[in-house]
C-alpha cells in the first residue's frame, strides 16, 4: 500500500512537504506520482519520479514551484510544495506506477496502480 501524510492549512504563499510511505511491495522497482483532485474538476497528475529518482516530470501547473524527490531505502516519496496557490487546493494521492524510458509526460493515471487515500491540502488566500 501507499499512504499519503503533511497535508494541511496553509496561507497562499506558503509551503507544506507531503509524504507518501510505501509498503507490502519492492519500491524502487516502481516510479510514484502524485496527483491532485480539486473540488469540482478531474484527477490531474502534477508530478512523478522514475524508479531510481534520477528523472522526474512535472505538470505545467505546478513546474517551478513543486519538487519531488524518494528515499529508497525508507521507502518514502516526498512532494515539497512551495509558493502555494488557492487553485492548488484538493486531495493529493500518490501511486505505484509504470516509468517508460523517455517518459515526457503527461502524466496520466492509467499508467498507476495503486492508489492511496489522499491527504488534504487547503490554501487560504
Known amino acids: 500500500e501507499v499512504v499519503e501524510s503533511g497535508g494541511g492549512l496553509v496561507h497562499s504563499g506558503g509551503s507544506l512537504r507531503l509524504s507518501c510511505a510505501a509498503s507490502?511491495?519492492?519500491?524502487?522497482?516502481?516510479?510514484i506520482g502524485w496527483f491532485r483532485r480539486a473540488p469540482g474538476k478531474g484527477r490531474e497528475g502534477i508530478a512523478c519520479i522514475s524508479k531510481s529518482g534520477t528523472t522526474t516530470n512535472y505538470a505545467d501547473s505546478v513546474k517551478g514551484r513543486f519538487t519531488i524527490s524518494r528515499d529508497n531505502a525508507k521507502k518514502m516519496v516526498y512532494l515539497q510544495m512551495n509558493n502555494l496557490k488557492p487553485e492548488d487546493a484538493g486531495v493529493y494521492y500518490c501511486?505505484?506506477?509504470?516509468?517508460?524510458?523517455?517518459?515526457?509526460?503527461?502524466?496520466?493515471?492509467?499508467?498507476?496502480?495503486?492508489w492511496g487515500q489522499g491527504t488534504q491540502v487547503t490554501v487560504s488566500s
Open positions: 501511486a505505484r506506477g509504470i516509468w517508460v524510458a523517455g517518459f515526457k509526460g503527461p502524466i496520466d493515471a492509467k499508467d498507476y496502480d495503486l
Open positions: 507490502g511491495f519492492t519500491f524502487d522497482l516502481w516510479a
